[in-house]
């Protein structure tokens, strides 16, 4: 059973820092895409950013480039989200997903098993 558990997310001031953890199970890490989405209340889900063994990073959403970075940790089957200099845009619910299709990051549309997420508020 594939399963995702987001969390690291919590109130930071604009400027701040966090690191969001994804830890998986159920399946081979290294044969799938894992990526970050999120969702603000009302809006549909988009992602972020998405990391995948062989093929690299797949960027999402330009406003994060030079401030949000992923990485994957195989060992513990867990891939992170380390934000730097947050604004209140960044606030949202944030959830991992992945897909086994071939496409890995460049389909988002096959993403899936999500979990609850992790939400992140960012006060000015």
Do not use: H
Not at 19 to 33: E, K
């Amino acid at each position: 059973d594939v399963q995702l558990q987001a969390s690291g997310g919590g109130l930071v001031q604009a400027g701040g820092s966090l690191r969001l953890s994804c830890v998986t199970s159920g399946f081979t890490f290294d044969d799938w895409a894992i990526g970050w989405w999120r969702q603000d209340p009302g809006r549909e889900r988009e992602g972020i950013i998405c990391i995948k063994s062989g093929d690299g990073i797949t960027i999402y959403d330009a406003s994060v480039k030079g401030r949000f970075t992923i990485s994957a940790d195989s060992a513990l089957n867990t891939v992170y989200l380390q934000m730097n200099n947050l604004g209140p845009k960044d606030t949202a619910r944030y959830y991992c997903g992945a897909t086994y299709f071939e496409t890995g990051c460049a389909d988002r549309a096959v993403f899936g098993s999500w979990g609850r997420g992790t939400l992140v508020t960012v006060s000015s």
